[in-house]
């Protein structure tokens, strides 16, 4: 398999080096709007060279993973799956727009491609999943960040907060999943996906909480339905490269990729 990532950053970086030790991946190519970035860490591979964009080896490609922003994944989706190549997207959030989802999925359908979207950062996506097979009456994702997560958001600052001078654990947001996936683009990608995994975007809530003691990310998912009730916890350490980003979010991402490249399906 010939696989593309689109961003070095942490996230893409950590897939790079799992990928290039995959014997079922033959070759890699990278791109960054810093193409330094790229360069750099190909230099540290056997199986990877750089591309000036995604469409440069797409005829040559099997699937491209989004690993950059979220508006680079919304750019980028519709050129990968008009020409029938597979895609997995990790900036879920470019997926809040009815209209454009609604358009790259028939795309992906009528060119045969697939689209796929890993679990992320947080664990109960499969009870979710199942249970939005019945009724489900409700569904809250709640965040718990740290002031480095949460410092620079734009949000946050126009809301006149300063993350460094909370004392406490302060509720920063709170409403649907569609503002907080724009709103929060680098934070909440994670309320997208589980969005799309059960009652959508403007039914599903998100909290998102500010607690200066923590240096992780946390999110608990509750749901409730005609299946019971489910609360599930997870408690994330930072990537090593990213205090922004959860290191299961790049697990789930690598675990993804190996699913996919051995064609190996448990748990669905």
Known sequence: MRITIVG?????????????????????????????????LASKMKKAIVVENVEEELYHCDLVIESATQEAAKSIIPKVVARGVDIMVMSVGALVDDE?????????AECEA???????????????????????????LIAIQGPKTLSGVDYVINKGIDVGKLTEKTV??????REAVQMFPKNVNVAATVSLLGIGFDRTKVTIVMDPDTHSNSYE????????????????????????TSYLSAMSAISAL???????????
């Open 114 to 140: 697939k689209i796929y979207i890993p679990s992320g950062a947080v664990c109960g996506t499969d009870g979710l999943r199942s249970s939005s097979m019945g009724k489900l009456d409700e569904v809250e």
């Open 258 to 268: 190996k699913r996919i490249v051995r064609n190996e399906w448990i748990g669905i």
């Open 172 to 177: 920063v947001y709170s409403g649907t999943a």
């Open 100 to 108: 454009y989802r609604k358009g790259v999925t028939e795309k992906a």
């Open 8 to 40: 070095c950053g942490s996230i893409g970086q950590m897939l790079a080096e799992a990928a290039d030790e995959m014997a079922e991946v033959k070759r890699i190519y990278l791109t960054d709007v810093n193409k330094e970035k790229a360069e750099r």
């Open 221 to 244: 998912l509750k749901l409730k339905g005609e299946f019971g009730e489910m609360d599930c916890s997870t408690y994330n350490v930072p990537a090593p490269e990213n205090p922004k």
